[in-house]
Each structure stands twice: as C-alpha cells, then as structure tokens.
C-alpha cells in the first residue's frame, strides 16, 4: 500500500500564483482526503481527479482556505448522487465561524428549498475523526485566537500543521515514528505564520530534517528556503508517506 501528501498549492494567502495551500492525503493513488479548500482549490483538485472529493478536512476559516466551498455547495446539491454525501471534517469550534463567513448568506439557492449543510455530510470533531478505518488525530494550532485553527495527523504517516506559529508541544505529541511534517513556513515569521528563523529556533535538527515547508510568499521565496536545506513543498508536489499502523483508537 503507497501513500502520499499530494499539495496542491503552497502560498501564503496574498501568493495567488503558488496556489492557496491545500493537500490531498493520497492511499495507493487515490484521493482520500481534501485538506483545506481555498477559491482555486476544486479546479486545481479537478486538474488531477475525476470529479469533487468525497471527504474534506478543514483546519481553519481563513478564506485561502473555505472560500471554495460556496462553489462545492452549488456542485454537490445539483448533483443527486453526490448531495449529502461529501463528508467535511472540521473542529467543532470551528463551526460558528464557518457558518457566518460561507453557510449563512441569505438564501443558499435564489429560488429557496436549500439548506446549505444538506448538500454535505457535516462531521464535528473534538479530538479526531474515523475516516475508512483509519484515525485520524485533530489538534489545536496558533494561527489568530485560540481555538480556531486545528492541525491533522495520522500518526506515523504525517502532519499537516495549518497556519500557525511553531508548535513544538504539538509535535511532539504527533510528529512521531518516520511522520514527515508539513508546515507553515515563510521566510520571515509573523504574529500569525512561522518564519524559518521560529524553525530553527524551536525545532531539533531530526525533526527540521521530516519537515516540508509550505505557506510561503513566493516562488523566490521557496528557493530561498531550500537553499537553507530544507524540504519545500511546491504545487503538485507527490510526498511519499510511511504506511499508517492500523491498529489505533480514538482513545489514542
Ligand atoms: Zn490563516
């Protein structure tokens, strides 16, 4: 069984042309699921896959990274073997504010008789979520206030950080085994993102060696990373990923 971390995009939200950042978890080259689903998103997706997703995780409501779902709305609910059927994977705290930056508009179809969630399989998490046998553990990050951005991981596999500042706590909790780690990283850092200095601050040299970077500025600016020796994820970019164990819990 071969897995894979397929990035779509890897900019920061102002990079347009790199794509806004969002990756497919790959099983034996297949699509399992969508991280992240920004305004270019599905066409990128589309680029690659037949159709829409069947399952989407959302790490937070930046719009780089939900504003594509109105269009998945409209996809899915003129669709009837696929409405109610495209499970999206989010942190329960994250729901009040998708729901006021995309689910709310007044009348999610002109002519009315639509609710917009109906169109999908809505699944709010806490600690993780169970997606075709497999676990999947969901944390917070430090992306804006707390409680609002979530990373993922499938242990032993990888990890996919979302924005956020440095996380170390979380990484060492996550980032077990042969986990390759994609994360945010900028050349310089901010309040919201990791520059590469947070990197080399906060991480050992056998972690920063499972890194891939991705959530930079530009395409100069990915070189420029690189050439400081680190992994840099650039879109359409296949990350080779160790097989899961399947024998996990959601007790942990
Ligand atoms: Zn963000």
Known sequence: MSWALHFLGTGAAHAVELGSSAAVVERDGEPLLLIDCGPDTLDRYAATYAGVPNALYITHTHMDHVAGLERLFFKLWFDPARRGR????????????????????????AEGGANFWEAFQLVPCTRG??????????????????????????????????DTRPIPEMLAVHAVGDARVAHDCGLVGNPSHT???????EYDSALRARLVLYHYGSAADGEALES??????RASDRLALATPPVARTDAG
């Not at 495209?86 to 179809?109: C, K, N, S, T």
């Not at 430090?142 to 991981?153: D, E, M, V």
């Not at 520059?195 to 601050?201: P, Y």
């Open 86 to 109: 495209v499970r999206i994977f989010l942190h329960a705290e994250l729901l009040p504010w998708l729901q006021m930056r995309v689910a709310d508009y007044p009348g999610a179809l």
């Open 129 to 162: 979520f169970w997606l075709d046998g497999l676990w999947f553990d969901v944390f917070g990050t430090r992306h804006h206030r707390p409680g609002t951005s979530f990373g993922l991981a499938l242990r032993g596999s990888f990890v996919y950080t979302g």
């Open 195 to 201: 520059g590469i200095d947070d990197i080399e601050r």
């Open 228 to 233: 400081r020796g680190y992994t840099v994820a």
